[in-house]
């Protein structure tokens, strides 16, 4: 089983899936060229719920990462402290995943 490494010797655990699927689902997202688009794809392939899910934990991760606290995150996201937890967790030992994107769109 092939696992991509990055960072410092982190594995991306939807690697492990090694799962064919799952590559054409990344590769589809990846061919997306505007928000236009992506709005179209995403209606068709999630519910509203699992894009809010999705689009909150980003902006928790964003909070966590100017020095947010949990109430104030609660309060502003409404995401639960369960919520916050596992990203925190993800931010701290994860693939820098979010770190990543974050820094991407900050320097948009």
Same mark, same amino acid.
């Given at each position: 089983?092939?696992? %991509?490494?990055?960072?410092?010797?982190?594995?991306? &655990?939807?690697?492990?899936?090694? *799962?064919?699927? #799952? *590559? &054409?689902? +990344? &590769?589809? #997202?990846?061919?997306? *060229?505007?928000?236009?688009?992506?709005?179209? +794809? +995403?209606?068709?392939?999630?519910?509203?719920?699992?894009?809010?899910?999705?689009?909150?934990?980003?902006?928790?991760?964003?909070? %966590?990462?100017?020095?947010?606290?949990?109430? &104030? #995150?609660?309060?502003?996201?409404?995401?639960?402290?369960?919520? #916050?937890?596992?990203?925190?967790?993800?931010?701290?030992?994860?693939?820098?995943?979010?770190?990543?994107?974050?820094?991407? %769109?900050?320097?948009?």
């Amino acid at each position: 089983m092939k696992l %991509l490494m990055v960072g410092d010797d982190k594995q991306v &655990q939807l690697k492990k899936l090694n *799962d064919s699927s #799952i *590559d &054409q689902l +990344f &590769q589809a #997202i990846l061919t997306l *060229d505007n928000l236009e688009e992506c709005y179209v +794809f +995403f209606d068709d392939l999630c519910t509203v719920n699992e894009i809010q899910s999705m689009a909150q934990r980003l902006e928790v991760a964003r909070m %966590l990462g100017k020095g947010c606290t949990y109430n &104030q #995150i609660e309060a502003e996201t409404g995401a639960s402290t369960a919520t #916050i937890s596992r990203v925190k967790r993800c931010l701290n030992y994860g693939n820098d995943g979010y770190k990543m994107t974050l820094d991407r %769109l900050e320097s948009k």
